[in-house]
T-cell receptor, first 111, second 112 residues
Framework: DAGITQSPRHKVTETGTPVTLRCHQTENHRYMYWYRQDPGHGLRLIHYSYGVKDTDKGEVSDGYSVSRSKTEDFLLTLESATSSQTSVYFC??????????FGEGSRLTVL | QQQVKQSPQSLIVQKGGISIINCAYENTAFDYFPWYQQFPGKGPALLIAIRPDVSEKKEGRFTISFNKSAKQFSLHIMDSQPGDSATYFCAASKGSARQLTFGSGTQLTVLP
């Protein structure tokens, strides 16, 4: 298994509270990604990073921010969580060959 | 705006049968077309991938067929097994960052 750890794996929070999800990799890969998975939508890209402090928006970036201060860590922040952000969030990494390696997901419920 | 359309949404196949999942894309700049397999509670994992310079790629029981002019590609699973029961996603990407655009997924059930 690729060395990807997501935390927390499960979280329940209330509308309006801030939430941070963490992705940690031990592969020293350049690219890191955050996707959300919802029934009927597959996986949709939120943000991605192509290096330390280098990030860009994906398809569904509204309401999310990211930071990458170290190669191994990529943080996803929901500044003020809403019920529409209830989802399973997946972090992925890539060395640039095209293959993405996914973590096991973080299930977020916003009440 | 769904750039990769996948069908069917669900598929039930008898053991030993052939499973076929289809995808169509819109962006002609896409140059990498992978299929991912996902088991419940797990992240997706790469199954097989193809680039547009070939029309077919086979790895064991799994084959990708690619039709560049029609902007379509499909996954064929030969001799389907109960252990193949999972959700399958097609995807496409372009550029050096390789951010993938996924289809909506197909839940495959192989009956014993």
């Amino acid at each position: 298994d690729a060395g990807i750890t997501q935390s927390p794996r499960h979280k329940v929070t209330e509308t309006g509270t801030p939430v941070t999800l963490r992705c940690h990799q031990t592969e020293n890969h350049r690219y890191m990604y955050w996707y959300r998975q919802d029934p009927g939508h597959g996986l949709r890209l939120i943000h991605y990073s192509y290096g330390v402090k280098d990030t860009d928006k994906g398809e569904v970036s509204d309401g999310y921010s990211v930071s990458r201060s170290k190669t191994e860590d990529f943080l996803l922040t929901l500044e003020s969580a809403t019920s529409s952000q209830t989802s399973v969030y997946f972090c992925a990494i890539s060395g640039g060959t095209g293959e993405l390696f996914f973590g096991e997901g973080s299930r977020l419920t916003v009440l | 705006q769904q750039q990769v359309k996948q069908s069917p949404q669900s598929l039930i196949v008898q053991k030993g049968g052939i499973s076929i999942i289809n995808c169509a894309y819109e962006n002609t700049a896409f140059d990498y077309f992978p299929w991912y397999q996902q088991f419940p509670g797990k992240g997706p994992a790469l199954l097989i991938a193809i680039r547009p310079d070939v029309s077919e790629k086979k790895e064991g029981r799994f084959t990708i067929s690619f039709n560049k002019s029609a902007k379509q590609f499909s996954l064929h699973i030969m001799d389907s097994q109960p252990g193949d029961s999972a959700t399958y996603f097609c995807a496409a990407s372009k550029g050096s960052a390789r951010q993938l655009t996924f289809g909506s997924g197909t839940q495959l059930t192989v009956l014993p």
